[in-house]
């Protein structure tokens, strides 16, 4: 079992055994979404992958925030707030913008990446080399500027 998995499941138990039931619900929510993609694609998920559904889980909680926001929704968004929350726990240390973009021009140096043709590969290896410390959109949004200015 991947240590990611482990430690979710070790926190389901401590939160039920400290009766926090909201927390709980997130967690098996995430929890439920793992084992779905496992049955689904009849694998056992390692802590990579584990990490992928974590970043899926909080972009589309971030997103749901933004428009609950936007519309005035402040119970919804509060509560997607609490989930965003107890998910990122699980997540590494977030690298900041200016760490991002010094790997991203390293990454563009190294490879001898000029154009948008390379953007794929730059992407590929930027990916494995942040592993969930940073915003898939951010590094593609600084790739991008990078390769067209």
Known sequence: MSQLKQNLADTIITSMKAREIERVKVLRNVQAVI?????????????ADVLDVLQKQLKQRHESLTIFTENDRDDLAKKEQFEIDIISEFMPKQMDDTEVAALVNAEIAEQGATSMRDMGS?????????????DPALISKLVKQSLQG
């Open 122 to 134: 730059v992407m590929a290896v930027l990916k494995n080399k942040t592993a969930g410390r940073a």
């Open 35 to 47: 084992k779905q993609i496992e049955i689904d694609r009849r694998i056992e998920l390692d802590d």
